[in-house]
């Protein structure tokens, strides 16, 4: 009796399908990226990816997405390597297509979309957060009933073959639509909840820290707030939005930790997490987080700028705080190579003079992890805090007044 057992989880084992879609100018690389962040994705929900597909096409098969040749292709790669159990693209699927691969696959399909949303479920905490991604789950889920129902009565036809398949779909269809309305309504009572605490707080300066999922924003909150925000190399650590009151040099500030961001976050999650973001539209200083050690931080900051677009249309002080310097690599040009150099041959000093000569919005480069240029870092936002903070509050009394109970 008194032996230990250890149970291990069965991970399980993936193939990802990406497509090179002319129609949307994508190129061998992009796509090789997409996959990369989509193995990353698969990764945090508990898969190993083992092999990865892709086709170019003109534009993706409206019945298969990939076409019939390439379906062959993963079909027989799968029926050699029986152990693997899903497959997954990297793009959201219709109802359609989602039916038609799996019958042909004989294999759990996924897309991107239900991907993400079962890493969301997995990493929601709060009432807030699990509210919002089952709402999510569901508006996913309503027009994918049919190809949920077909391996039961269904799918056999024929007298006295006929059965309660399509009630069945109807009776489900009720009910989500019931629980859709029931969500909202929840959604809406603790919106109600949020926006009482935000207006308890006062008129304290709002700081936000925002950007691409895994850039650090987790752990320059617990290096400036001196708190324990839950923060790991993996997608998605933070769902719910936290709230922590900071000092720095006698001058008090909110500052609010969001969730990351991500190419082709489902429609489903952005509209659910709206209310989440709330604390991005309210911030009097935004803090963009830039992870510069990955190969592509580029094109998460336009990605992360479109989605604040769509969040906050204001213009706000901004700062791009450029962190993980200390994890920052490139490849040093021979001085004989006359190719033109790509972002990989930048070091760290070049890519500091183009983003500061660019001048569209201040940057600094710090590395949170190492502490490396964080007093720069805080005199910066101090300034920023302090100029709103003088304008707002003429008198210094408002410094000296115990906030800690209004925090989230």
């Known amino acids: 009796m008194g032996e230990n057992l250890t149970i291990t989880k069965e991970v399980e084992k993936a193939v990802l399908i990406g497509v090179i879609d002319k129609s949307k100018s994508m190129t061998e690389s992009l796509v090789a990226e997409y996959l990369d962040e989509l193995d990353f994705l698969a990764l945090t929900a508990g898969a190993k990816t083992v092999k990865r597909f892709t086709q170019k096409m003109d534009y993706p ?3 298969t997405f990939v076409g019939t040749g390439k379906l062959d292709e993963i079909l027989d790669f799968l029926k050699r390597n029986e152990e693997i159990g899903m497959v997954i693209f990297d793009d959201e699927l219709s109802p359609t297509q989602l039916r038609n691969i799996e019958k042909v696959l004989q294999r759990k399909v996924l897309d991107r979309t239900n991907l993400i949303l079962d890493i969301f479920a997995s990493r929601a905490q709060t009432a807030n957060a699990k509210t919002q991604v089952e709402l999510a789950q569901y508006q996913y889920m309503l ?11 269904r799918q056999r036809g024929g007298i006295g073959m006929r059965g309660p398949g399509e009630t069945q779909i109807e009776t489900d269809r009720r009910i989500i639509l019931d629980k859709i309305a029931k969500l909202k309504e929840d959604l809406k009572k603790i919106d109600k909840q949020k926006a009482t605490q935000r207006k308890n707080r006062g008129k304290m300066v709002r700081v936000a820290l925002v950007g ?39 001058v008090p500030f909110l500052l609010a930790d969001t969730v990351g961001f991500i190419r082709k976050l489902p429609h489903h999650l952005v509209e659910s997490f709206k209310s989440t973001l709330d604390e991005v539209r309210e911030a009097d200083v935004i803090l963009h987080v830039v992870d510069i050690s990955h190969p592509n931080f580029e094109d998460h900051i336009k990605v992360v700028n479109e989605t ?3 969040i906050d249309k204001k213009e706000k002080p901004t700062y791009l705080i450029f962190n993980k310097i200390d994890a920052f690599t490139y490849v040093k040009k021979d001085e004989d190579d ?7 041959n930048y070091s760290l000093e070049e890519l500091k003079q183009m983003w500061i000569a660019k001048g569209d919005t201040p940057c600094l480069f710090i590395s949170a992890i190492k502490k490396e240029n964080i007093e720069e870092f805080k005199e910066k936002v101090y300034d920023l805090v302090k100029e709103i903070h003088s304008a707002r509050f003429p008198y210094n009394d408002y410094l000296y007044q115990d906030y800690s109970n209004l925090m989230d």
């Open 61 to 63: 098969n409206p019945k």
């Open 143 to 153: 027009p994918r009933l049919t190809r949920m129902w077909t391996h039961l009565e």
């Open 308 to 310: 604040m677009a769509e």
């Open 338 to 344: 006359l190719m033109p150099k790509t972002r990989e």
């Open 212 to 250: 691409y999922t895994n850039v650090g924003k987790s752990t320059m909150m617990n290096m400036l707030s001196k708190s324990d925000v839950f923060a790991e190399n993996k997608l998605f650590a933070t769902l719910d939005t936290t709230v922590r009151k900071v000092v720095i040099q006698n």
